[in-house]
């Protein structure tokens, strides 16, 4: 039973570019969050998509934006990159029908903003 | 608002207990749920509460008290690979939105 999976596991981009990440929830999930977290700090909320539409949303501006497939899976785009976005981004996983459940994380991308 | 405070670094020696504390002030409440996270690693889930008490699972326990909006992380019989960052994290009432605080950072010393 495979678990979340993330690709890149690295990334180096310049400023004013513009970056995708991607994510295959756990086997059975149907719902995906993206959190970024910047070093020493907990994760903060981005998005959550379920149903493919974005479910809710954190406290970031509109160029962080994202989208699900019909097979759950899901992408994180960034535009117009800033130094400030460098972190660890986390996608989790978790199940809409068993909303008691935890929700499981990938193993992130280190994103690197020159 | 959201807002969940834990202390930022604690050091322990093997073999001891250590209680790691959390604090909240959330708009909604649906649960708590302690991870740990190794360093450059992503979160694995420890324990969860959402009714008052304590849960035990192991060495690992974890307390709460939703009137006094705390909780804690209770490690007892310290290892070296128990260092690591402890995240304290509330669920909100309708999705499945986790709001985190900052994380504290343990190190277990010899």
């Known amino acids: 039973d495979a678990g979340v999976t993330q690709s890149p596991t690295h990334l180096i981009k310049t400023r004013g570019q513009q970056v995708t990440l991607r994510c295959s929830p756990k086997s059975g999930h149907d719902t995906v969050s993206w959190y970024q977290q910047a070093l020493g700090q907990g994760p903060q909320f981005i998005f959550q998509y379920y149903e493919e539409e974005e479910r809710q949303r954190g406290n970031f501006p509109d160029r962080f934006s994202g989208h699900q497939f019909p097979n759950y899976s899901s992408e994180l785009n960034v535009n117009a990159l800033l130094l400030g976005d460098s972190a660890l981004y986390l996608c989790?996983?978790?199940?809409?029908?068993?909303?008691?459940?935890?929700?499981?994380f990938g193993p992130g991308t280190r994103l690197t903003v020159l | 608002g959201q807002n969940i405070d834990q202390p930022t670094e604690m050091t322990a020696t093997e073999g001891a207990i250590v209680q790691i504390n959390c604090t909240y002030q959330?708009?909604?409440?649906?649960?708590l749920f302690w991870y740990q996270q190794h360093a450059g690693e992503a979160p694995t889930f420890l324990s969860y509460?959402?009714?008052?008490g304590l849960e035990e699972k192991g060495r690992f326990s974890s307390f709460l008290s939703r009137s006094k909006g705390y909780s804690y992380l209770l490690l007892k019989e310290l290892q070296m690979k128990d260092s690591a960052s402890y995240l304290c994290?509330?669920?909100?009432?309708?999705?499945?939105?986790?709001?985190f605080g900052p994380g504290t950072r343990l190190s277990v010393l010899p």
């Open positions: 959330t708009s909604g409440f649906n649960g």
């Open positions: 994290a509330v669920r909100d009432n309708y999705g499945q939105n986790f709001v």
């Open positions: 989790a996983s978790s199940s809409q029908f068993r909303s008691t459940d935890t929700q499981y």
């Open positions: 509460n959402v009714l008052d």
